[in-house]
Each structure stands twice: as structure tokens, then as C-alpha cells.
């Protein structure tokens, strides 16, 4: 496939390693534009020589235009260009929003533009690290038929496989990796607190080898991966567990909760744990929340 003059839009963590990567497949990148401070530090060290410039002046300078800017930036963004007459006719402009498909970019499309919706289901760090990384990854992407070969030809380039969204799902389609990956961090975050309250010196290598077992056994089985207290109908283990963090580590009360419910439902609708025993449960777990402390460092 062509190779293209690329402009990049928003050199945060994903930004700068997917150009990185499209350079190092043959692309030219010819600007990138980024505001902060460690935007330009990632277009020094991942794009070595490339400009830095106005975002007006980069969609001005390439053929196909990549747009990293957060997910409710993006409809401004493409909004100022298209008006500013900053994207043309032919040009090819394709975001990186997971939430997102086409009718965002409906002014670029307006002037003739083709768009695409290119998401990477994948954690950046914003290094060099990422760029192994992307071999394998899916791309959420979402296109029309014309430019299904360039779509398909720009996630090869990334190492990519690509994953077709249709437009009405995009959003649905975004929510399960939050909730798989960003929630994931929160959980296992909250786990390493409660442990090194109860005296781990090292919470995450002990957590590893569990955490990595559990995944992939969920991955590769569902709900029948399933163990612990709560599957087991261990009322009185699930009760000593609120209790200790009621007093010990209150800011892990509410996601333990609100998980331990949502594994209670599940075990009780694949039978493998009965509906007197689950109420039992549920009664401890709504106990622990009438009782459980106001924690204001959200308000």
C-alpha cells in the first residue's frame, strides 16, 4: 500500500507510539503538535526530527492526519480544522477514540475528506516500551467499505489485527475494555493496599502469580473460573473481611462491595451456590454498607 505524509494531533501516550510505529513501517511523519510539556518530550524521544508545530499547520501539512486527542476534545478539534479549512478534499484523517466512530469526524467528511476510527485496545505508557507491545493488539476500527483496504493496510503497518465495530457500537464496545482494564487497575490497586495493611511487604509480588492465574483462567473459562468465599457461600469469611476493612482500609470497602455482589448474582445464576445461602450473603454485604464510613475525597 502507499505510504503517507503523516501529521499528528495530540503526541500524548498513544499518540506519539502509534506515529513511532507508522514511521518505523515507512511513513513519514512530518509534524506533530502537542501542548504539554511531556507531549514535547515524547515527540523528542519517539520521534527524533520531527517538527513540532500548530495543529492547524500540521492537517495542513500531511496527507493523512491522526487525531490523539481525548475522547471529548475530539469533536472540537475536528470541528476548528474542517472550519479553518485545514483538512481538504481526498485527505485522509482517522482518530484514535475508542468511544467514537465516524459521525464525529462528520466536518472532515463534509469537505470531502475520508475518516477513519482506529482505536487500540491496548495500555500505553507512552515509551518506547509500547512499540512491542502493539504487535498482536487489536484495533477497534470502524470504516467505510471504500477504505476497508487502508484500514486494514495502516493496523498491518502498527502490527496490528483489526476489529470491526459498527458505528452504533462503538461506545458499548468502548465501555467493556474500561471496564476490563481501568477498573482492573483500580481493583488491583485497592488488593496491594489491603495487603500491605495487613503487614505484605511486597503486595504486588505476592498478588502476581494469583492475579496472573485468575486471568488468564477468567480469560479462557468465564465464570467458571470463579473461587473464594463468595462462590463457596462463605458468609462468616465475607463478614471477618468488611469488618477488617471497615477499620483498616475503608476506601476499599465500596468496590469490595459492589464486586462481591456482582460475583454473588453470577454464582447464584450458573447454580453453583443457592439462593438461601446467597441471601444470607446479601444481608452481610448490605450490613456493611449501612455501616461503612463516608469517604469524602471525591466531593
Known sequence: MTKHSIGVI?????????AAALRAAGHEIVSAAGESDASRRRIEALLP?????????????CDLLLLTVPDDMLSNVVTMLAASGAIREGQVVVHTSGRHGLAVLAPARAVGARTIAMHPAMTFTGTALDLTRLSGCVFGVTADDADRALTESLVAD?????????EDRRTLYHAGLAHGANHLVTLVTEAMEILSAAGADAPAATLRP??????????????????GPIVRGDVETVRAHLADLVTTAPQTLPSYVAMARATLDRAVTDGRLLPIRASKMLRVLDAAEVAAPVDHRAR
Open 10 to 18: 495530540g503526541a500524548g501516550r498513544v499518540g506519539a507510539v502509534l
Open 49 to 61: 526530527g520531527v517538527e513540532g508545530a500548530k495543529p492547524t499547520d500540521v492537517a495542513r501539512g
Open 158 to 166: 502498527l502490527g496490528g489485527r483489526p476489529m470491526w465495530v459498527p
Open 210 to 227: 494469583l492475579l496472573t492465574a485468575a486471568l488468564d483462567n477468567a480469560l479462557d473459562h468465564g465464570d467458571a473460573a470463579l473461587t
